[in-house]
């Protein structure tokens, strides 16, 4: 099973302010047939159910603000979130869709400063 | 307007099996693979289960193969997942979600999600 790794578990930030959360995976996620990196990124509110960000490692899903954007390839990939808003306080989780199982990294908090 | 919403969850003792269900509209619900994804009380999440559209292939985490049956109906636009010889590490809401990719064999990411149904497990 492809292990992801989140970083950091949580992280508080100021209002405006940038966010970076790190994923990290155990094995490649990129298809060399296709080139694309097979890596999904979600944002859950409490007492929700998740709601995908990003797909594909940087494309946003229809509405979501620009002001979140994932960024990597490989193994190594990140969710930016370049000004934070008090909506935005949430868990974010990666996923890898490489392979089956599909894994979810265990989760980044982030809340506001 | 896609809508999942699942149902079936309870409280059920060790050892014992549930039945849960989803309940989908607003999609063309046999051209989409369809996924289980569970998440224990204060915990991450887990992908369960998924299946193909024609319902021709299935896939299973390790912790739950040989114990669930993923299966749909999609004359009924209806998942379901058949939970056997439960364990007290199965309490967890369950989503059902579905892939975003029309068309895909294979299991990838959730664009929509129901609201969950909570399964407990207990003596």
């Known amino acids: 099973d492809i292990v992801m790794a989140q970083s950091p578990d949580s992280l508080a930030v100021s209002l405006g302010e940038g966010a970076t959360i790190n994923c990290k995976s155990s094995?490649?996620?990129?298809?060399?047939?296709?080139?694309?990196?097979?890596l999904a990124w979600y944002q859950q509110k409490p007492g929700q159910p998740p709601k995908l960000l990003i797909y594909w490692a940087s494309a946003r899903e229809f509405g979501v603000p620009d002001r979140f954007s994932g960024s990597g390839s490989g193994t190594d990939f990140a969710l930016t979130i370049s000004s934070l808003q008090a909506e935005d306080v949430a868990v974010y989780y990666c996923?890898?869709?490489?392979?089956?199982?599909?894994?979810f990294g265990g989760g980044t908090k982030v809340e506001i400063k | 307007e896609v809508q999942l919403l699942e149902s079936g969850g309870g409280l059920v003792q060790p050892g014992g099996s549930l039945r849960l269900s989803c309940a989908a509209s607003g999609f063309t619900f046999s051209s989409y693979v369809m996924s289980w994804v569970r998440q224990a009380p204060g915990k991450g999440l887990e992908w369960v289960s998924g299946i193909s559209g024609s319902g021709g292939s299935t896939y299973y985490a390790g912790s739950v193969k040989g114990r669930f049956t993923i299966s749909r109906d999609n004359s009924k636009n209806t998942l379901y997942l058949q939970m056997n010889s439960l364990r007290v590490e199965d309490t967890a809401v369950y989503y059902c979600?579905?892939?975003?990719?029309?068309?895909?064999?294979?299991?990838?990411?959730?664009?929509?999600w129901g609201q969950g149904t909570l399964v407990t497990v207990s003596s």
């Open positions: 996923q890898q869709y490489y392979s089956t199982p599909l894994t």
């Open positions: 094995r490649s996620l990129l298809y060399s047939s296709n080139n694309k990196n097979y």
């Open positions: 979600a579905k892939d975003p990719q029309e068309g895909a064999v294979t299991p990838k990411a959730g664009d929509y």
